[in-house]
């Protein structure tokens, strides 16, 4: 999602138009804090889903529910992916590069790992 057509700029005129039409009295500061929080809020959800993918994917064929080692295998996986992303948006130019975004994105890889972790300590009861 790093490239130009997922920019804060271009997804503005999809959310933007929205806003306006369920909410027609919302100022100018609050729309864009409600852009804003969209566009982190699904940073959070990609990486959320990509944090389950790849506590899958180093599972494998385990007939163990969790290891520690998955886990940390996961966020810094997810983590590392972050900071590629954000590395390869230096080089676009409709982009920012930000250290936040990284937390960002690590935070939602972090979330599905404390969801891993709560549903499978569930199912072991």
């Known amino acids: 999602m ?3 057509s997922f920019s804060s700029e271009n997804t503005s005129h999809i959310i933007e138009p929205l806003l306006k039409y369920l909410l027609p009295q919302i100022s100018p500061h609050a ?3 409600i852009h804003g929080i969209t566009r982190k809020t699904g ?5 959320f889903i990509l944090g389950l993918l790849l506590f899958r994917a180093f ?13 940390i295998y996961t ?6 992916f972050a900071l590629s992303d954000e590395f390869h948006q ?3 130019t409709t982009r920012d590069a930000s250290l936040i975004d990284v937390g960002i994105d690590s935070a939602g890889g972090a979330l599905s790992q404390l969801v891993m972790m709560r ?3 569930r199912r072991w009861k």
């Open 2 to 4: 790093s490239t130009g």
């Open 31 to 33: 729309e864009e804090l």
């Open 43 to 47: 940073h959070v959800a990609e990486y």
């Open 59 to 71: 599972r494998g064929e385990s007939m163990q529910i969790w290891r520690l080692r998955w886990t």
């Open 75 to 80: 966020i810094t996986g997810v983590a590392l």
């Open 90 to 92: 230096v080089f676009v």
């Open 119 to 121: 549903w499978n300590f």
